[in-house]
């Protein structure tokens, strides 16, 4: 039964970090570009950031960009999101998609195939 289970999310301060991980199980992700979601309480999902099948590409949402990190580990078939410098505004349900490809082709809904059940970050002091 495939499974992608993020873990990670928590309570912390501004200025703070936090480092997500996404676990997946039933499918190898090797063959796939990965993508990190938010949603916020009221607002519409939005893309973070997106990793290639190999690792060798990234994109990052300009909203993050120089302050998170995304990276992967095939052989643990996991993925990560490494979170630095986090605001107030970063608060929000973060969820992993498998894409349909090797490569990030941007962050519509129709380019992932399978979903996580999402882990709640809260910045907050």
């Known amino acids: 039964q495939l499974q992608l289970v993020e873990s990670g999310g928590g309570l912390v301060q501004p200025g703070g970090s936090l480092r997500l991980s996404c676990a997946a199980s039933g499918i190898t992700l090797d063959a796939y570009a990965i993508g990190w979601f938010r949603q916020a309480p009221g607002k519409e999902r939005e893309g973070v950031s997106c990793?290639?099948?190999?690792?060798?590409?990234?994109n990052y949402a300009a909203s993050v960009s120089g302050r998170f990190t995304i990276s992967r580990d095939n052989a643990k078939n996991t993925v990560y999101l490494q979170m630095n410098s986090l605001k107030p505004e970063d608060t929000a349900i973060y969820y992993c998609a498998v894409g349909r490809g090797y490569y990030c082709s941007g962050y519509g809904a129709h380019l992932y195939l399978y979903w996580g059940q999402g882990t709640q970050v809260t910045v907050s002091s």
């Open positions: 990793i290639s099948s190999s690792g060798g590409i990234t």
